[in-house]
């Protein structure tokens, strides 16, 4: 049995653009005062500012430099850190396999293996370790099916030598974030997230989420790569991870921040005027290579949430990567559609304009400067997109497979009428 390590610190490892292996880039200090106040301090290591090819962590926020850095935000850990760690899923398994009900946030990042998102590792050793080269395989999803529905089950894992394998198996694939069950499972094409479906799901969730990344590409969105398998009798989404490039010596990573990064938000409700579609957008320009394409790309998507009525839009499920020195904005991830009873407000997770969340078309276009459109762009690229989602979800949910029982479901969800609505404003 494993337990907290206690750790107070640890080293950061970054795999450099272009590279398969960590390096050592700087270490992270965690205290917690008796007020409860935790306080994160991050310092570069000198051999790694000395480097020609050093690149920073996060570049707004922790810049290259000799400096230490401090942050009381998110306890203490630096988002691009946080950004790294796994969430209520991934945390759930570690303590699942811990046998502890709650752990320190350096013990979730130094528990969760090295599959997490973005191209950061940590360790209590200065020397980073090899590169993984073995992930369970996409022929392993079975097993991991049943191991998942155990956790979900808040079942004790079984005992016994066969089992404590299995175990590792589940712990070396679930470090990414999110709160749904995933694994990382790897095939010949390379590394992709197994998304399962949850006993509450009001819909096939592995259909219902691949059709929206469909629809999305058919409305002209740039979407992670996903489709759909069968284990047994049940559907899992499978989304192709676009922070992974396969090469004949390893793994290239991409560093990759969140939107709740950028914000400098912090996660709770009390934060929640900071998320905002219309300051990511600020500092989207700020961080992009390609402002002008990305933009107008976050914009379009603001649009396509809306007239999904995704609710679940918030800050985590959206990113930028630098698979490369350049940042830019990640392709679209974790679409889902939801049904409330009003028909006539609907509200996004970000604020989106000078309605604040309403998802309502004058309100997206309210602020559409600063994602670098005209007005008649922008007036356009809405009309185009309500024209498209109206009109294609339904073949392409059920070309995808979705059951007409779960389409009867999900069809509140579209171009609702709100959108339209007269305001007065
Ligand atoms: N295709 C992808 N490639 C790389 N990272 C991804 C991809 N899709 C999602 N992620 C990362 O994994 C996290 C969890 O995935 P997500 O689909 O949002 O799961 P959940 O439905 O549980 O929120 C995201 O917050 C993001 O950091
Ligand atoms: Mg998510």
Same mark, same amino acid.
């Given at each position: 049995?494993?337990? !907290?390590?206690?750790?107070?610190?640890?080293?950061?490892?970054?795999?450099?653009?272009?590279?398969?292996?960590f390096v050592t880039a700087g270490k992270f200090k965690l205290t917690t005062d008796r007020r409860g106040i935790s306080t994160g301090k991050f310092v570069y290591g000198r051999s790694y500012l000395a480097r020609?090819?050093?690149?920073?962590?996060?570049?707004?926020?922790?810049?290259?430099?000799?400096?230490?850095?401090?942050?009381?935000?998110?306890?203490?850990?630096?988002?691009?850190?946080?950004?790294?760690?796994p969430d209520y899923w991934g945390r759930r398994v570690i303590e699942k396999h811990t046998r502890q009900a709650q752990l320190g946030e350096i013990d979730y990042l130094l528990y969760s293996p090295d599959d997490r998102a973005g191209a950061l590792g940590f360790g209590l050793n200065?020397?980073?370790?090899?590169?993984?080269?073995?992930?369970?395989?996409?022929?392993?999803?079975?097993?991991?099916?049943?191991?998942?529905?155990?956790?979900?089950?808040?079942?004790?894992?079984?005992?016994?030598?066969?089992?404590?394998?299995?175990?590792?198996?589940?712990?070396? $694939?679930?470090?990414?974030?999110?709160?749904?069950?995933?694994?990382? %499972?790897?095939?010949?094409? $390379?590394?992709?997230?197994?998304?399962?479906? @949850?006993?509450?799901?009001?819909?096939?969730?592995?259909?219902?989420? @691949?059709?929206?990344l469909m629809l999305a590409r058919e409305c002209g969105l740039q979407t992670s790569e996903s489709r759909v398998t069968t284990i047994g009798e049940r559907d899992v989404l499978l989304v192709k991870r676009f922070d992974r490039e396969n090469t004949?010596?390893?793994?290239?990573?991409?560093?990759?921040?969140?939107?709740?990064?950028?914000?400098?938000?912090?996660?709770?409700?009390?934060?929640?005027?900071?998320?905002?579609? %219309?300051?990511?957008?600020?500092?989207?320009?700020?961080? !992009? !290579?390609q402002p002008r394409t990305d933009a107008p790309e976050l914009f379009r998507r603001m649009c396509f949430n809306a007239l999904i009525s995704n609710a679940d839009d918030h800050p985590r499920n959206h990113a930028v990567v630098a698979?490369?020195?350049?940042?830019?904005?990640?392709?679209?991830?974790?679409?889902?559609?939801?049904?409330?009873?009003s028909i006539?407000?609907?509200?996004?997770?970000?604020?989106? $304009?000078?309605?604040?969340?309403?998802? @309502?078309?004058?309100?997206?276009?309210?602020?559409?400067?600063?994602?670098l459109l005209e007005p008649d762009e922008a007036k356009r690229a809405i009309d185009e997109m309500e024209q498209d989602?109206?009109?294609?979800?339904?073949?392409?949910?059920?070309?995808?497979g979705v059951a007409e029982k779960d389409c009867e479901k999900i069809a509140g969800a579209f171009a609702y009428p709100g959108f339209r609505l007269e305001t007065s404003v």
């Open positions: 049995m494993t337990s !907290s390590t206690g750790a107070s610190e640890c080293y950061v490892y970054v795999t450099l653009p272009g590279e398969t292996k020609e090819n050093a690149v920073p962590i996060d570049p707004l926020e922790l810049k290259l430099s000799t400096r230490t850095y401090e942050t009381n935000i998110l306890k203490g850990v630096f988002g691009s850190l946080r950004d790294s760690s200065q020397e980073p370790p090899a590169p993984r080269r073995q992930f369970n395989q996409t022929m392993q999803l079975e097993r991991l099916q049943a191991l998942v529905d155990s956790i979900i089950a808040d079942e004790d894992l079984p005992v016994g030598a066969d089992a404590e394998q299995a175990q590792d198996l589940m712990l070396d $694939g679930t470090s990414m974030g999110g709160a749904r069950p995933k694994v990382v %499972v790897e095939d010949n094409e $390379g590394l992709w997230i197994a998304k399962f479906n @949850h006993p509450d799901d009001q819909w096939n969730n592995a259909r219902v989420e @691949h059709a929206m004949d010596t390893g793994y290239r990573r991409a560093r990759m921040l969140s939107a709740l990064t950028l914000l400098r938000a912090e996660d709770s409700q009390q934060d929640r005027d900071k998320w905002s579609y %219309v300051l990511f957008a600020e500092e989207l320009r700020r961080i !992009s !290579s698979m490369a020195m350049d940042w830019k904005l990640s392709p679209a991830y974790d679409l889902t559609p939801s049904t409330p009873i006539e407000r609907r509200d996004l997770a970000l604020g989106c $304009g000078d309605m604040g969340r309403y998802a @309502h078309a004058e309100n997206l276009l309210s602020q559409s400067a600063r994602f989602i109206r009109n294609k979800w339904y073949d392409i949910a059920r070309a995808e």
